[in-house]
């Protein structure tokens, strides 16, 4: 029993889908067509009610239009008292004098209105108009309104309210008509469609169940279908299908051999190579690490470079003012006028000279003093500590450094490590603006909060950086600077320190004046706190 029973449920499948699909896109194009053509009737409806409300009012017009010249108010309403009489459609007749009297006819009798009804004088105009309104009885009326000329001269209008029950009773018949119409098709094309299906399914059916022998392993089924469509096709294709199954089926088993045989071999290999992958892996490792730090150590040593020339900077002045106070003391012992006074004065001044030199000194020490633990620091204090170092090279090129920072803004990470971050990207806005000979150099250092992130830019206003190298700026080893003057391994050690050990993120794009390197670190310090040791 459990073998024949997933033939007549794949049978009855495909029976229900091919007479479902059939019979819905029939009663579809039957529901379609009867959408169709209901809208179309009824606009004809409608039209024929506008065309005996146009053929009423002229009527009317044309019979009482002495009278309506001449003022005559008793023809008008006799003969329109008439209308009514012989029209049970007609509701009521009202004629409206431009200036003058309102007469309102109806089924009960006829008076004399001093205004029109507000609900009519909305329809009053140039042309004719209508429209569906409600009496008294909450009865709709078809309210038509034809305006009254006499030699292009507007004269009055005459408004005919009409009964809708015949136009609601003709609507009424048609849908029932078409119902019974789009039933008996409907039934008709079911039939139809089922019918077809069965044809459709029946060779299909037969071909799952030899099929379904098959997939059971039993590859001496043939299927016997004399069509000539794309069904006797496919018999013969499943019966093609058989026999080339039976020789993959020798094939397979002569390969299997063979396969086993491959498969001892090469695990045999596979065994051999795992034993040596894993040291490998390991060595491969040791020399990442032995390659990560000798580019760190060139890093720093690069920076250190650059920090020498900025301290070299900053002692010229001291140098020179310490030398003049030499000099002073030379020469008032030449002029034997050195007294305790005078030395007093000279010893206190150099020693603020030398103390200056020496706190040079000791901010170049912890500039570069290591910090291997995350930590809380002030954004403006760690900026100040890069301008403080850089400061004689900018005077002495001219640079304008703005710093725009919140003084109590503060952030979690490695102090000494964005630092060396952001004195290489101020020292290389430098370098372009002063090898470029920009005039009124600028940089500008922003911190911004946006969106849950510490937004720092750096800007200048050197022309920007080159299209065609934008991709490698990043690149060990990759510099646009003269031989000597470049390591091409500040901004890829910058990008590491931002993005690996401060969770961040350092981009690049131009502005309009030049360019703008953006650090985007995390605000939130329990996300900062979980930052791995730094590389």
């Given at each position: 029993m459990s073998n024949h029973r997933p033939k007549l449920i794949v049978k009855n499948k495909i029976l229900l889908r091919v007479f479902v699909i059939f019979g819905s896109l029939l009663a579809l194009n039957t529901l379609w067509l009867t959408w169709m053509i209901m809208p179309l009737q009824k606009q004809a409806l409608q039209k024929i009610m506008y065309t005996q409300a146009v053929t009423v009012s002229r009527s009317i017009i044309q019979t009482s239009a002495d009278a309506m010249l001449s003022e005559d108010m008793s023809f008008i309403v006799e003969h329109n008292v008439e209308v009514i009489r012989n029209n049970p459609g007609i509701r009521y007749v009202l004629v409206q004098q431009k200036r003058g009297h309102i007469i309102d006819i109806n089924q009960q009798g006829w008076q004399l209105l001093e205004k029109l009804p507000e609900q009519f004088s909305h329809?009053?105009?140039d042309r004719e108009s209508f429209n569906l309104l409600m009496d008294d009885q909450n009865n709709e009326i078809y309210h038509f309104v034809y305006p009254i000329l006499f030699s292009n001269i507007q004269w009055g209008w005459l408004h005919v309210g009409f009964s809708t029950e015949d136009y609601r009773r003709n609507t009424a018949e048609m849908y029932s008509q078409v119902g019974i119409i789009s039933a008996i098709s409907l039934l008709v094309i079911l039939s139809a469609g089922f019918i077809f299906a069965r044809w459709i399914t029946q060779p299909i059916s037969a071909i799952s169940?030899?099929?379904?022998?098959?997939?059971?392993g039993n590859l001496q089924v043939q299927a016997h279908i004399s069509r000539n469509d794309e069904i006797g096709q496919l018999s013969e294709s499943f019966n093609a299908m058989v026999v080339a199954l039976q020789e993959s089926k020798q094939q397979l088993q002569n390969y299997n051999q063979q396969l086993e045989d491959d498969v001892a071999e090469?695990?045999?290999a596979l065994d051999e190579l795992n034993q040596s992958l894993d040291q490998r892996v390991k060595n491969e490792v040791i020399v990442?690490?032995?390659?990560?730090?000798?580019?760190?150590?060139?890093?720093?040593?690069?920076?250190?470079?650059?920090m020498i020339g900025a301290i070299a900077h900053q002692w010229r002045q001291p140098l020179n003012a310490l030398g003049l106070v030499l000099q002073n003391i030379h020469y008032m012992y030449k002029q034997d006028k050195l007294d305790n006074d005078f030395m007093d004065r000279s010893l206190e001044k150099s020693d603020r000279l030398i103390n200056n030199m020496s706190a040079?000194?000791?901010?170049f020490r912890n500039f570069f003093k290591p910090n291997k633990i995350a930590e809380q620091f002030n954004l403006l204090e760690s900026l100040q500590t890069v301008v403080d170092l850089l400061d004689a090279s900018l005077k002495h090129n001219n640079i304008n450094l703005v710093i725009d920072c919140d003084?109590?803004?503060?952030t979690v990470g490695y102090k000494s490590e964005l630092s060396q971050v952001l004195l290489n990207l101020i020292n290389n806005a430098k370098d372009v603006l002063v090898?470029?000979?920009?005039?009124?150099p600028k940089i500008l250092v922003s911190v911004s909060i946006v969106n849950q992130s510490i937004l720092i830019d750096v800007v200048d206003n050197g022309g920007g950086v080159d299209a065609s190298i934008s991709d490698h700026i990043y690149d060990p080893y990759f510099t646009t600077k003269a031989e000597g003057k470049g390591t091409g391994i500040g901004l890829y050690m910058s990008k590491i320190i931002i993005e690996t050990n401060m969770h961040g993120k350092l981009s690049c794009k131009n502005t309009d004046t030049g360019a703008c390197f953006t650090i985007n670190l995390p605000q939130n310090t329990e996300i900062a706190a979980q930052m791995s040791n730094p590389v």
């Amino acid at each position: 029993m459990s073998n024949h029973r997933p033939k007549l449920i794949v049978k009855n499948k495909i029976l229900l889908r091919v007479f479902v699909i059939f019979g819905s896109l029939l009663a579809l194009n039957t529901l379609w067509l009867t959408w169709m053509i209901m809208p179309l009737q009824k606009q004809a409806l409608q039209k024929i009610m506008y065309t005996q409300a146009v053929t009423v009012s002229r009527s009317i017009i044309q019979t009482s239009a002495d009278a309506m010249l001449s003022e005559d108010m008793s023809f008008i309403v006799e003969h329109n008292v008439e209308v009514i009489r012989n029209n049970p459609g007609i509701r009521y007749v009202l004629v409206q004098q431009k200036r003058g009297h309102i007469i309102d006819i109806n089924q009960q009798g006829w008076q004399l209105l001093e205004k029109l009804p507000e609900q009519f004088s909305h329809f009053v105009g140039d042309r004719e108009s209508f429209n569906l309104l409600m009496d008294d009885q909450n009865n709709e009326i078809y309210h038509f309104v034809y305006p009254i000329l006499f030699s292009n001269i507007q004269w009055g209008w005459l408004h005919v309210g009409f009964s809708t029950e015949d136009y609601r009773r003709n609507t009424a018949e048609m849908y029932s008509q078409v119902g019974i119409i789009s039933a008996i098709s409907l039934l008709v094309i079911l039939s139809a469609g089922f019918i077809f299906a069965r044809w459709i399914t029946q060779p299909i059916s037969a071909i799952s169940a030899l099929a379904l022998k098959v997939a059971e392993g039993n590859l001496q089924v043939q299927a016997h279908i004399s069509r000539n469509d794309e069904i006797g096709q496919l018999s013969e294709s499943f019966n093609a299908m058989v026999v080339a199954l039976q020789e993959s089926k020798q094939q397979l088993q002569n390969y299997n051999q063979q396969l086993e045989d491959d498969v001892a071999e090469r695990t045999k290999a596979l065994d051999e190579l795992n034993q040596s992958l894993d040291q490998r892996v390991k060595n491969e490792v040791i020399v990442r690490r032995q390659q990560e730090q000798l580019l760190i150590h060139q890093s720093r040593l690069a920076a250190m470079g650059e920090m020498i020339g900025a301290i070299a900077h900053q002692w010229r002045q001291p140098l020179n003012a310490l030398g003049l106070v030499l000099q002073n003391i030379h020469y008032m012992y030449k002029q034997d006028k050195l007294d305790n006074d005078f030395m007093d004065r000279s010893l206190e001044k150099s020693d603020r000279l030398i103390n200056n030199m020496s706190a040079t000194i000791d901010d170049f020490r912890n500039f570069f003093k290591p910090n291997k633990i995350a930590e809380q620091f002030n954004l403006l204090e760690s900026l100040q500590t890069v301008v403080d170092l850089l400061d004689a090279s900018l005077k002495h090129n001219n640079i304008n450094l703005v710093i725009d920072c919140d003084s109590n803004l503060k952030t979690v990470g490695y102090k000494s490590e964005l630092s060396q971050v952001l004195l290489n990207l101020i020292n290389n806005a430098k370098d372009v603006l002063v090898e470029r000979n920009i005039k009124k150099p600028k940089i500008l250092v922003s911190v911004s909060i946006v969106n849950q992130s510490i937004l720092i830019d750096v800007v200048d206003n050197g022309g920007g950086v080159d299209a065609s190298i934008s991709d490698h700026i990043y690149d060990p080893y990759f510099t646009t600077k003269a031989e000597g003057k470049g390591t091409g391994i500040g901004l890829y050690m910058s990008k590491i320190i931002i993005e690996t050990n401060m969770h961040g993120k350092l981009s690049c794009k131009n502005t309009d004046t030049g360019a703008c390197f953006t650090i985007n670190l995390p605000q939130n310090t329990e996300i900062a706190a979980q930052m791995s040791n730094p590389v």
